[in-house]
């Protein structure tokens, strides 16, 4: 007796889809729904999709707790990913930092002020079909995720889409820039938050995060010395030392709408430069579009600044070799005669 | 007892005086914006007083360094003393036979030391590489100072040069202030500890016979080498 109730329960543990069978006898007919205040509110929930998101193993009693009795007349209460998704929890819900980090994102800051257009956990990862951001399919998919937040941000996407950086992802190269990768996924912060991937000081280590990767960067065909190379400048030296008003990356690159130089309505496009160094310096004309840019002295490709570099590494060598005999030989003929006289 | 004969004119000294304090704060706030990623460096500007102090000091020692320049090109060209001085700092023949004879003397090759002048090749080294030093140091730092004006005549790449130039220069002044300078007139026998002519302008009559002998001769001849008190008596 106890063992056939073992292999029920057991069966009933191991196919949680068959318990959920009898929620979709109603919520997995596409016409369900409820009419409030005139309105049609869907209550659909595609039996496939949601078996193939990552929550498709669970029942659907796991996260709607207050529904007792099926089926239900009362509203179930909105649920909360932290339901499940907080330290120490026994459905093995993975814990990560995203939540806490979230809380701090302008996101939470405008839901908490009561903006309902604010998104939350569910906006994003979707309520009922939540998917790895791994999976190809899912709506947080790197190649998903431009769409995703361009469904709200649609000024921004619309300038994003123009960008060498969509060009890259819509081309097959994952790796290119998506809305994420500057603005975090979670602790999204305005620019104005010094802890913010886009202050004036986050927005270079945002760029570098990628643009000094050099696989990716190869794959690109795109320059990897950049940071570096901005870095020992006087805009970049400037800006680490506090000096906020140094032009970073954004300041001649713009930033949604990024483009190579070489397209003609690229803010550092050579015929655009004076336009673009103008904006800081009033006198720049075409002579400012007259050498490189992000160059290292000790690289061949820095040009008339290389052999410089090399004249005074070779020089400086020899000048210290030349001083340091020259006292060697100093004290040696001082020591040495003094010796010889009390020889 | 050593007599104590006049080396250096007031004039000389203040220059020198000059030189010294703008070069030291121009190499004291320019190192530290060089290595400005290093604990040094980093301590260096909060001592000047943080970033954009560190720049206006950097920039006010320029001008006196660029008041010395000035000072110094109108003493060699409008004064007797500063062009005599000028004429003894020009580099002749004999510097290099000097330069060879100093070797061998050093190399025991040679038993008698050079008979130097009012200024041996040591001295006519430091005063010229300072001289094309400063040259370079105030040309590349004025493009760089201004460089929104010059934005008008230089191309682009004429700043990045002069960035590397007044980076690589600064390196050189300071291995020939640590390695020749302050041995000759500091470290080196006989100048041990300091070599104080530079603040009073006088010097021993040991010292001038050992080190410019030439000089000493002709001092001699004009009756400079005895004291005020031996001259009336």
């Known amino acids: 007796m106890t063992a056939l109730l073992t292999i029920l329960l057991a ?11 009898r929620c979709f006898l109603c919520h997995g007919k596409e016409s369900f729904g409820v009419t409030e205040q005139g309105q049609f509110r869907s209550l659909f929930v595609s039996p496939r999709e949601f078996a193939a998101s990552i929550h498709g193993k669970f029942t659907c009693v796991q996260c709607h707790v207050d529904v007792k009795v099926i089926p239900h007349f009362i509203r179930p209460q909105k649920i909360s990913c932290l339901q499940c998704h907080f330290e120490g929890n026994t459905a093995g819900a993975p814990v990560k930092w995203m939540p806490e980090r979230y ?3 302008v996101h939470a800051k405008a839901l908490e002020a009561g903006n309902p257009n604010a998104p939350d956990c569910e906006t994003c990862h979707t309520t009922h079909y939540v998917k790895s951001p791994t999976d190809s399919t899912s709506t947080t998919y790197r190649k998903n995720v431009p769409e995703l937040c361009g469904r709200c941000h649609k000024k921004q996407f619309e300038a994003y889409s123009k960008s060498i950086h969509y060009k890259a992802l819509e081309s097959g190269v994952l790796g290119a820039a998506v809305c994420t990768d500057c603005h975090h996924e979670h602790d999204v912060l305005p620019p104005s938050d010094p802890r ?6 986050g927005v270079v280590r945002t760029c570098a995060k990628c643009h000094s990767d050099t696989l990716l960067m190869e794959k690109s065909d795109v320059p990897v010395q950049q940071p570096q190379a901005y870095s020992e400048s006087f805009h970049g030296i400037a800006l680490e030392n506090g000096m906020v008003k140094a032009a970073n990356c954004t300041s001649c690159h713009g930033h949604h709408d990024i483009l190579p130089a070489s397209n003609p309505s690229s803010p550092i496009n050579p015929k655009n430069l004076p336009k673009t160094c103008g904006k800081c310096h009033p006198n720049a004309d075409q002579n400012v579009a007259k050498g490189k840019v992000h160059i290292i002295p000790g690289e061949k490709s820095a040009g008339v600044v290389y052999y410089v570099y090399t004249f005074f590494k070779w020089f400086t060598l020899i000048v210290l070799v030349f001083l340091f005999v020259h ?4 004290i040696s003929g001082y020591v040495r005669r003094k010796y010889a006289r009390h020889e | 007892m050593d007599n104590k004969i006049p080396r250096f004119s007031r004039s000389w000294r203040v220059q020198h005086m000059l030189l010294m304090v703008s070069v030291l704060l121009l190499m004291i706030s320019g190192f530290s914006l060089k290595y400005s990623e290093t604990f040094w460096g980093k301590a260096l500007i909060f001592l000047e007083g943080g970033f954009q102090a560190r720049g206006s000091l950097h920039r006010l020692s320029a001008v006196l360094l660029f008041i010395t320049a000035v ?9 007797k003393e500063g062009r005599s001085e000028f004429r003894g700092l020009l580099p002749r023949k004999s510097d290099f036979v ?10 025991l090759r040679k038993s008698e030391k050079p008979a130097f002048g009012r200024y041996s090749y040591r001295e006519k080294i430091q005063y010229w590489a300072f001289f094309i030093f400063i040259l370079l140091m105030l040309l590349s730092g004025i493009i760089l100072w201004f460089h929104d004006y010059f934005f008008a005549f230089l191309p682009k790449w004429a700043f990045d040069v002069s960035f590397m130039l007044h980076g690589g220069t600064a390196i050189l002044v300071i291995l020939f202030l640590l390695l020749w300078h302050l041995y000759i007139v500091h470290l080196s026998p006989g100048n041990f500890p300091a070599n104080s002519s530079f603040w009073h302008g006088y010097v021993s009559e040991k010292w001038l016979k050992e080190n410019h002998l030439l000089e000493y001769e002709e001092m001699k001849k004009k009756g400079m080498t005895t004291t005020k008190d031996e001259r009336e008596a």
């Not at chain 1, 913010?196 to 000081?201: K, N, R, V």
């Open chain 1, 11 to 21: 069966f009933f543990q191991l196919a949680p889809s068959s318990q959920n069978t």
């Open chain 2, 71 to 79: 000072y110094h090109l109108l003493y060699i060209s409008l004064t």
């Open chain 1, 103 to 105: 809380k701090e994102s």
């Open chain 1, 327 to 330: 006292i060697i030989l100093d």
């Open chain 1, 196 to 201: 913010s991937s886009l202050s004036p000081e």
């Open chain 2, 98 to 107: 000097d330069l060879k004879n100093g070797i061998l003397y050093d190399l």
